[in-house]
């Protein structure tokens, strides 16, 4: 080092001494400061990894959703065909299910009907009680109250049968309910 370059660096060093360079106090602050920075960046991943994991959790859940109930418009759909095979077997007369003739047909009918409830148990897919229970908007549709000697508010008929598919209502039970008489 020559002669100029070490008065340069004194002079350098003088005028940083003279200018504030810092000194013990500032450096506390900036640590100070650097571990409230850190701080802050600790939360930051940590509320970033919390979001992360509740959009995680959501999208789990849709995906259940969506597997659980995918079936949802086929299966209002095949209502309407359980709804005629059960009108069709209670339209035959008693002595048409004792004829010779009409027993293949009768029986099969039945075992179509009962197949048919044997798929919608394995889907989820569950009758609403209704007779005999208390009227509940979130299940039936009353459509005629009836004179009854029965408390007021109770299903006493059914005009159309109600569904659940799994915790949810398919469609509402269709229902006459009993008034004072």
Not at 49 to 73: C, G, L, P
Not at 96 to 106: A, C, E, N, P, Y
């Amino acid at each position: 080092m020559n002669e100029n370059e070490s008065a340069h660096d004194m002079m350098a060093q003088d005028e940083m001494i003279a200018e504030g360079a810092p000194s013990e106090p500032d450096t506390n602050t900036q640590y100070a400061a650097l571990e409230a920075e850190l701080a802050e960046a600790k939360q930051a991943v940590l509320y970033a990894q919390a979001e992360t994991q509740n959009v995680r959790r959501r999208m789990e859940k849709d995906a259940q959703d969506a597997r659980s109930y995918a079936a949802t418009a086929f299966a209002r759909d095949v209502l309407s065909v359980a709804d005629n095979l059960t009108r069709a077997l209670e339209a035959i007369p008693q002595d048409l299910r004792d004829d010779d003739k009409f027993k293949g047909l009768v029986v099969g009918l039945e075992a179509t009907g009962r197949e048919l409830d044997k798929v919608f148990e394995r889907n989820g897919i569950s009758r609403i009680v209704a007779i005999g229970e208390k009227l509940d908007p979130n299940k039936h549709q009353a459509m005629i109250e009836l004179p009854s000697d029965q408390e007021p508010g109770t299903i006493i008929h059914e005009m159309q049968a109600g569904y659940m598919i799994k915790d949810r209502l398919l469609r509402a039970a269709m229902v006459g309910v009993a008034r004072a008489a």
